[in-house]
């Protein structure tokens, strides 16, 4: 089955302690994004991938780091969390290089991240 | 990049059309639109997408005006899974920026 996948679920941190959000997607795509949600603000990316050692900031990079070192993988690094980075973390995938005609983002089933 | 704006919220009644509004003045050529949407705080599910002409898939059409300065997203027959936040966004590049949706309310 054609997934992107993302773990833990759910986590509960306290500030400082470092953590790492993996996603892993078995469809072979090249661009893969980060994107966090809090209530009232809808979506905003937080960096994205279009291939393997290529990353971009999104519209909120600051506090996280990202690794793209095989196609398969994007894992989402918070080297010092603070509890203004609680939120709902997204995970996606194109088949595309993300481009204006892209093929259709598939979203993971989330991370829910509570930083104490 | 160009923005979205989208009405907080609407209500529609199971069988009937949809027609979700987006005001996106500012933007440019080459953007292109996208529509979203979000069950609960599930991943976001791609609807359809255009350019400048109009687009219908399985699951919706999507009106663009001549100027491209507004679009809307018509589910034909609302079902009460339809029920969820829907996103219009500009997409440039490689960014996506989502703004807060519309959340849609099929009532039986």
């Known amino acids: 089955e054609a997934q992107v996948t993302q773990n833990p679920r759910y986590l509960i941190t306290v500030t400082g302690k470092k953590l790492t959000v993996t996603c892993s997607q078995n469809?072979?795509?090249?661009?893969m994004s980060w994107y966090r949600q809090d209530p009232g603000l809808g979506l905003r990316q937080i960096y994205y991938s279009m291939n393997v050692e290529v990353t971009d900031k999104g519209d909120v990079p600051e506090g996280y780091k990202v690794s793209r070192k095989e196609k398969r993988n994007f894992p989402l690094i918070l080297e010092s969390p603070s509890p203004n980075q609680t939120s709902l973390y997204f995970c996606a995938s194109s088949n595309l290089a993300g481009g204006p005609d892209t093929d259709t983002q598939y979203f993971g089933p989330g991370t829910r991240l509570t930083v104490l | 990049d160009a923005k979205t704006t989208q009405p907080t919220s609407m209500d529609c009644a199971e069988g009937r059309a949809a027609n979700l509004p987006c005001n996106h003045s500012t933007i440019s050529g080459n953007e292109y639109v996208y529509w979203y949407r979000q069950i609960h705080s599930q991943g976001p599910q791609y609807i359809i997408h255009?350019?400048?002409n109009n687009e219908t898939n399985e699951m919706a059409s999507l009106i663009i005006t001549e100027d491209r300065k507004s679009s809307t997203l018509i589910l034909p027959h609302a079902t009460l899974r339809d029920t969820a936040v829907y996103y219009c966004?500009?997409?440039?590049?490689?960014?996506?920026?989502f703004g807060a949706g519309t959340t849609v309310t099929v009532r039986a």
């Open positions: 469809m072979n795509h090249e661009y």
């Open positions: 966004i500009v997409v440039n590049d490689y960014k996506l920026s």
């Open positions: 255009g350019l400048k």
